[in-house]
């Protein structure tokens, strides 16, 4: 089982890795990919695929950390992607959220580094991480201006609708704690009807608890009860879901 988005240099985790780690590898987690948020955080996340074995990064600069970027960032990672090691899987995390960006300045900061790192990872071969929040059509007219470009739409919320012209751009949808809450029928049924050859599990952890674990840190291990809730939703057996997923991320990253 694979998660494709943990924040793994966030805390809870930086106080106790392996312990975490061995506690995912114990219901099944045998590959992590580590998006990072900034420059600031890009030595630590490439740290955590050298100490282990099993976790993969990317390399990105998140639209929610737009203070920590400035106009050398992309240039930065540029140059971190053309010297990046073999463990370093995608660029991102990278995207738009309007929630956070309200106003038009900062919108139009967040599109330019969306561009710029779609640029990068069409140039370096590379699929791209991609966050959205009130930020779906947008998002998608930035991906379509590189057509084959490849990547996973992570924590995907959306109807099936949405959910089809993701996958049509190219992207993988990730999915995770959202389809666990009963009340999100829509994107329950969405995940039950789009095809299982462009799902892809994750957890977001420390982000986006399960239902029934609100107020607690998410952690890796959680992918598992996704992966049930899942296999749930699309009738189907899960290891069959599992073993599918999987191939999909592993596709997606080309992990050596
Ligand atoms: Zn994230």
């Known amino acids: 089982m ?6 793994f240099d966030f805390p809870p985790f930086n106080q106790a890795l392996a312990q975490y780690w061995q506690a995912a590898r114990e219901v099944g987690v045998t590959r992590m990919v580590v998006p990072s948020v900034s420059e600031q955080n890009w030595q630590a996340v490439l740290a955590l695929t050298e100490r282990f074995a099993g976790i993969y990064a990317g ?12 106009e050398n960032s992309l240039a930065a990672l540029e140059k971190a992607l053309v010297a990046r090691p073999l463990d370093c899987v995608a660029v991102g995390e990278a995207g738009l959220d309007y929630f956070v960006a309200n106003v038009p300045e900062m919108k139009q900061r967040q599109q330019a580094l969306l561009d710029g790192q779609l640029w990068l990872a069409h140039r370096y071969d590379l699929p791209i991480i991609l966050h959205s929040c009130q930020s779906h ?49 829509k994107t329950r049924q969405a995940i039950a009807r789009l095809p299982l050859e462009h799902l892809v599990l994750e957890t977001d952890a420390p982000d986006m608890p399960l239902a029934g674990f609100q107020g607690k ?40």
């Open 217 to 256: 840190p998410n952690t890796p291990a959680q992918v598992s009860r996704v992966a049930d809730v899942v296999a749930g939703l699309k009738s189907c057996d899960r290891d069959h879901l599992v073993t599918e997923t999987s191939g999909n991320a592993e596709r997606m990253f080309g992990f050596h």
């Open 137 to 185: 059509n947008e998002l998608l007219r930035l991906v379509k201006a590189y057509p084959g470009v490849r990547g996973v739409l992570h924590a995907f919320s959306g109807s099936e609708q949405q959910g089809k012209q993701f996958i049509d751009a190219g992207l993988m949808l990730g999915v995770g704690g959202t389809v666990t809450y009963e009340r999100a029928n």
């Open 2 to 7: 694979i998660d494709t988005h943990c924040h």
């Open 59 to 70: 390399l990105g600069l998140h639209p929610c950390f737009l203070e920590t970027h400035t």
